[in-house]
Each structure stands twice: as structure tokens, then as C-alpha cells.
């Protein structure tokens, strides 16, 4: 309901793209800033023309995270603007030039928060010198044990408790930054430490299994999201066998699809490609009582170029007939 004096702000997570492939791409950008969207589908786009088809997450991943930083449209529409021209001018791959960026804007973010905290605390302990000297001001008197509860509690919700200690012990409020600490947190910013207990496997072992552990949990994303084996409309056993057999079989399929799209140089995805050969229809038609003819819609050249990407024969008759 509009209110008389303010403004609505609309939220464009639900814009329509162009195609199938470009709204789960803004899906997952999760991005409510109308500028944005207005010029997703070309953005992504020319992504899709100079970055490769595996690295494309990274590059939404990416911009997801500079969409959140608080800084309204300007940062996410600067990068998906122009991050496809710095990886067509350097000739670099995307995801090689991806994690010292990512890097630089986790370390801005943490010091943001940091000197916010830190001004509050300064904020609160100068509060509590003008009470002990009394001076007196409008609103509630603050105690030493309430600022200690509420400045650790902000220091918890901004995941930042190793950094900033607070002295919960004391008497008087308190706190210290630990810069050790600190030090190390932006040496780790934009890498992904990985830890093992199984002796014997070298570092291209290690990350070679860890990518398969994140290609499993994309298998399971499927599962839930375009094969929806869930909800379960079955109560026998043997139907619900039946059930996880086909979304399983399913699952199989979909893993062949993208591969054999990948190996082709395809950027599209399963539901992309199976969203362009659903157009692709057998019909057969009786006129009058006459003898029935069987014939295939036409197959354009895109449907074309998926058929070949996905190494299956177009389907044909002996005699077909355009019916589209």
C-alpha cells in the first residue's frame, strides 16, 4: 500500500530476463537495484562472450558480493560492465585475476567495520568518562557492564571477535585489537585455506578432491532445485524408490548434458539447452479422413548448434513436413 509523502522503492529480484540462462544468472546475483537490471542481459552477455563457461559463477559470485557492500548500484554496475573488457584486453583468465580483487574488497570491508566499531566503542567509553565527572546529559545513564554487553555483542555480529576483545571480566569497559590477528586475516583475504587429516596426498591431490566435494554439493542442488525430487508425493516404499530412481537417472543425464556442453565450448546450461529443444515438436496431423501425416517443426539454426554441442542426431523423417 502507497503511503502519501514516501517514496517506494522497488525491488527487481523478480525482473524477467531474456532468456532462461540469463534469469538464473540474476537469480544468483540476488540484486534489487533497478539500474542493474535494466542492463543485466546485456552485461552478462558480454561476460558470457569472453569468460569461460566454469568461471562464470566466480564473475557472479563476485559481483553478488560487491552488490552487498552498502554502496548502492554504482560499485556491482562498474564491474559487470567492465570486467569483461579487462579480461578480453589482458587475455587473462577470469578467475586467475578474480581473487586479488576479491582480496582488496574483503580488506575494505573488515577495516569498514572495524573503525565503525571502534568509533562506537570511543563513542561509549567517552560517554562513560562525562558521567564519572558528572556531567549530565539527556537520556539514559549508560553502565560500564551494559556497554561491555552491547559493544561485544555488535563485535559478535560482525564476525570480528578474534580481532576486537573485549574485556568482559573487567570492572570498567574495555577492549584491545589484537593486530597479530588482524595481520593474518588479510593474508588469507580472497584464498581458501584447505586442511586434511589423510596422509600421503600431495597439494594437486588435496584440491583436486576438494572439487569434486563442491561438484557433489552441485549435484545435490540440482537434485532440489531443477529435478525437485522434493516434496515426496508418495506414502508406499516402493514408489518412493521409484521416485529417487528417476530423479537419480535424471541427475545422470543432467551431469552428461553439461558436460558435453562444456567440451563443446557451449556457454549455455542444461536448462538452457533442454529450453531451446523443447520447442522442437513431432506432430501428426489426419485432414478430412485422409491418410495421417507425421511431420517436425522446424529445427532453427540455435536448436542446431545445441544438437550438434550435445552430440545428438537432429530428429527427421522421410518425409517432414514445417509446421512452425
Known sequence: MAVPGIRSVADARQRLMANPESQAAWSA???GFAAVADVFDECYAAAKRVIAGDELPDFLEAARVIGKLGRGAEPLLAFLEHWPNVVATTGLASSAMLPPVMAAIQTQRRTENIDALIAQGEQWAG???EQDDGVK???????DSGAKARFFHAVSEAHLSKI?????AAQLFSYDIDAEVRTLAEMMDGKLLLVTNVQGLTP???VSRYKSLADIERGFRVLKSEIEIAPVFHRLPERIRAHASICFMALVLHRVMRQRLRLAGSTLSPEAALQQLRRVQRHRVR???A???AGISTIHQDQADTLDAL???KPSLDAQMSLL
Open 204 to 206: 594437486d591431490d588435496i
Open 137 to 143: 546529559r539527556r537520556g539514559r545513564k549508560l553502565s
Open 291 to 293: 491418410e495421417p501425416i
Open 29 to 31: 546475483l540476488d540484486c
Open 127 to 129: 560517554k562513560l568518562v
Open 287 to 289: 485432414i478430412d479422413g
Open 311 to 313: 552430440n545428438i542426431k
Open 164 to 168: 576486537i576483545k573485549v574485556d568482559l
